[in-house]
């Protein structure tokens, strides 16, 4: 299996999650604090697939 490099695009949304789980977690954000460790799980998974997919 060859990996490649996720596009800018995906980079910047999995940050973003990444950064808002964070926040979540030190900061009591409604919806944010309660989902903190799924956000934080669906950057790494969105980062995990561009990853293995090409182009993506």
């Known amino acids: 299996m060859k990996l490649s490099a996720?596009?800018?695009?995906?980079?910047?949304?999995?940050?973003?999650?990444?950064?808002?789980s964070l926040i979540g977690y030190f900061v009591t954000i409604p919806f944010i604090s309660a989902y903190g460790f799924w956000l934080a799980f669906a950057a790494?998974?969105?980062?995990?697939?561009?990853s293995v997919l090409k182009g993506v």
């Not at 790494?44 to 561009?50: E, Y």
């Open 44 to 50: 790494f998974a969105i980062l995990a697939v561009a």
């Open 6 to 20: 996720p596009t800018q695009a995906v980079w910047i949304i999995a940050i973003v999650l990444g950064v808002l």
